[in-house]
């Protein structure tokens, strides 16, 4: 690891952070906020790729276990693993990493734009919602109790916004890959 993937590294728990201080949208029926936070998780992984983008995520988590309030909504500490999000924070890991590896396989300098735009969203799909709902739901339905199937239902109030944020990380990581490539490629 270099000086410069140490501040990209860097930089983009920044943006995961940044993204915590727009507050959270509660929802009465499910313990899980809607933060814009999974979108920093999405972009680390298009932009940075699967170990830059997953070494920032477990940067911010690091702030968070040594109890500084960078989560949305101001909540940080060792708490917060043993709580109903701690799925969905294991979950952002494993997510960037996906994310990262999905963008590095498909997205190529020489494609044409459009191969481009679906590349990212399929990564920012698979990785940003798939792979941190598949952490996220059965730690949520351990802990609040209720039946698996019954957290998943009530869990596909999030999928639109989360849809809208792959959208975005799908503009974003194509606009850097045009004006400045950070992604790795792979062969």
């Known amino acids: 690891m270099n000086t410069r993937d140490i501040v990209l590294i860097a930089l983009f728990a920044a943006i995961i952070v940044v993204l915590g201080?727009?507050?959270?949208?509660t929802l009465g029926f499910i313990p899980v906020p809607i933060t814009a936070q999974s979108l920093g998780v999405m972009l680390a992984g298009c932009i940075l790729g699967a170990k830059r983008g997953a070494?920032?995520?477990?940067?911010?988590?690091?702030?968070?276990?040594i109890g500084l309030p960078v989560l949305s909504g101001g909540r940080g500490g060792l708490a917060v693993f043993a709580g109903p999000t701690a799925g969905y924070l294991v979950g952002w890991v494993f997510g960037a990493f996906v994310c990262g590896l999905v963008a590095e396989r498909l997205v190529r300098e020489e494609q044409p734009e459009l191969?481009?735009?679906?590349?990212?969203?399929?990564?920012?799909?698979?990785?940003g919602i798939g792979v941190v709902y598949l952490f996220g739901m059965p730690w949520l339905a351990y802990m609040s109790g209720k039946a698996f199937f019954e957290t998943a239902a009530a869990s596909l109030v999030f999928l639109p916004g989360d849809l809208i944020k792959a959208f975005v990380a799908m503009l974003a990581g194509r606009?850097?890959?045009a004006g400045y490539p950070l992604l790795p490629q792979r062969a």
């Not at 070494?55 to 276990?65: G, R």
């Open 21 to 25: 201080l727009l507050p959270p949208i």
């Open 55 to 65: 070494s920032a995520v477990l940067l911010v988590l690091l702030l968070v276990a």
């Open 115 to 127: 191969s481009q735009f679906l590349s990212f969203l399929a990564a920012a799909v698979i990785g």
């Open 175 to 177: 606009a850097v890959l």
